[in-house]
T-cell receptor, first 115, second 113 residues
Framework: GESVGLHLPTLSVQEGDNSIINCAYS??????FIWYKQESGKGPQFIID?????DKRQGQRVTVLLNKTVKHLSLQIAATQPGDSAVYFC??????????????FGQGTILTVHP | DGGITQSPKYLFRKEGQNVTLSCEQN?????MYWYRQDPGQGLRLIYY???????QKGDIAEGYSVSREKKESFPLTVTSAQKNPTAFYLC????????????FGQGTRLTVV
């Protein structure tokens, strides 16, 4: 079946730099996308989400961009901090039904922030 | 401390044994999910339940079973038919009818010894 994938498995940045994590999705019918952060041995934590009728959404230090033309999703983290080091997953969900926890996950990108 | 509680945090299983992983939530969410995560991989859906007394198979249901007798609880049994059960298991919940993120528990790491 179709699934979400990531371009870069690892990303190393210096503290204070901006980080960009990319994600390609293949199911054009997906209408809701989520970015999660997962620290070692813990469950995923919600970062930000975006619906398919939007191109951009901003949160605190994070921005998600959605390009439906090329089926691409990105997460931008401003002023990256050591506490941002984790694995980042994008996930997609299809329309229909009443439950939106049926997520298709990508492999994840390991973000390492050096002090 | 509210939210989703998974127990135990670590679980060891002998070959041929069934084990049950617990997931309890006090978020009053209707839907609950079980995901499996292998090292260096994303999460894959095992089973999900949208309402009490009803559940559906996910992408990798073989060798697993679930029950949903109460809204708050969605236990997962890893049976002896699951040939490669060593993994990190995550429980999640969502409210029905609202397009919002899934909330995850802290996971149970199952190891076959």
């Amino acid at each position: 079946g179709e699934s979400v994938g990531l371009h870069l498995p690892t990303l190393s940045v210096q503290e204070g730099d901006n980080s960009i994590i990319n994600c390609a999705y293949s199911n054009s019918a997906s209408d809701y996308f989520i970015w999660y952060k997962q620290e070692s041995g813990k469950g995923p934590q919600f970062i930000i989400d975006i619906r398919s009728n939007m191109d951009k959404r901003q949160g605190q230090r994070v921005t998600v961009l959605l390009n439906k033309t090329v089926k691409h999703l990105s997460l931008q983290i401003a002023a990256t901090q050591p506490g941002d080091s984790a694995v980042y997953f994008c996930a997609e969900t299809l329309p229909g039904g009443t439950s939106y926890g049926k997520l298709t996950f990508g492999q994840g990108t390991i973000l390492t922030v050096h002090p | 401390d509210g939210g989703i509680t998974q127990s135990p945090k670590y679980l060891f299983r002998k070959e041929g044994q069934n084990v049950t992983l617990s997931c309890e939530q006090n978020l009053n969410h209707d839907a609950m999910y079980w995901y499996r995560q292998d090292p260096g991989q994303g999460l894959r859906l095992i089973y999900y339940s949208q309402i009490v007394n009803d559940f559906q198979k996910g992408d990798i249901a073989e060798g697993y079973s679930v029950s949903r007798e109460k809204k708050e609880s969605f236990p997962l049994t890893v049976t002896s038919a699951q040939k490669n059960p060593t993994a990190f298991y995550l429980c999640a919940t969502t409210p029905n009818g609202v397009k919002t993120e899934a909330f995850f528990g802290q996971g149970t790491r199952l190891t076959v010894v």
